[in-house]
């Protein structure tokens, strides 16, 4: 399985932005670019996905490298709630599907 | 997004004895479903893959014959962790996938714990 590399933890303030980063160099080509976060006692929630291109929905935006050797995930306003453990996962577009989580970064927000 | 149930969300069980989580796919059909073992503050580990109507694909160093998988139905899966003991206390999770997506939807968790 490709890997990622995140930081262990970031901190921010409420109503700021925020910027989580995740490097995959070794992602191949058919490679699915995937944030999930994880809150407290909860299970994870997807957040985003992108292959190539920049993507937004109402959670969040997911900027991608141009060589996709990294990406960014982008909260415009944290919140408390947003306060989590983000997991940055690479997911093969081929048959072989595959969700393995690394350790992911904890966010705290401050309010 | 797609909505997955598990249940129970708590329980608590006598050693020896075994218990059954089950994971369900509410507004999807679930040709892939996922179930991970999370140890306080670590990741998810997966356990084991299973799809519809074929033999769960377990991780290296997991049990099949103490942690039963079934994928019965496109929107039933269960997890039998039998005759439990107290290391087996843990949080454990369901995902499940459809054909058409890309991400996986997960469930609340089940918290067990073995006294």
């Known amino acids: 399985d490709a890997k990622t590399t995140q930081p262990n933890s970031m901190e921010s303030n409420e109503e700021e932005p925020v910027h989580l980063p995740c490097n995959h160099s070794?992602?191949?080509?058919?490679?699915?670019i995937h944030w999930y976060r994880q809150l407290p006692s909860q299970g994870p929630e997807y957040v985003i996905h992108?292959?190539?291109s920049n993507v937004n929905n109402r959670m969040a935006s997911l900027a991608i490298a141009e060589d996709r050797k990294s990406s960014t995930l982008i909260l415009h306003r944290a919140t408390l709630r947003d306060a989590a453990v983000y997991y940055c996962?690479?997911?093969?577009?081929?048959?072989?599907?595959?969700?393995?989580f690394g350790k992911g970064t904890l966010l705290t927000v401050n309010p | 997004g797609a909505v997955v149930s598990q249940h129970p969300s708590r329980v608590i069980c006598k050693s020896g004895t075994s218990v059954k989580i089950e994971c369900r796919s509410l507004?999807?059909?679930?040709?892939?479903m996922f179930w991970y073992r999370q140890f306080p503050k670590q990741s998810l580990m997966l356990m084991a893959t299973?799809?519809?109507?074929?033999?769960?694909?377990?991780e290296q160093g997991v049990e099949k014959d103490k942690f039963l998988i079934n994928h019965a139905s496109l929107t039933l899966s269960t997890l039998t962790v039998t005759s439990a003991h107290p290391e087996d206390s843990s949080f454990y999770i369901c995902?499940?996938?459809?054909?058409?997506?890309?991400?996986?939807?997960f469930g609340q968790g089940t918290r067990l714990t073995v006294v």
């Open positions: 995902s499940a996938r459809g054909q058409m997506n890309t991400e996986a939807f």
């Open positions: 070794t992602i191949s080509g058919t490679d699915y």
């Open positions: 992108g292959l190539t």
């Open positions: 996962i690479l997911i093969s577009g081929g048959s072989n599907y595959k969700l393995t």
């Open positions: 507004d999807f059909q679930a040709t892939t």
């Open positions: 299973s799809n519809e109507g074929s033999k769960a694909t377990y």
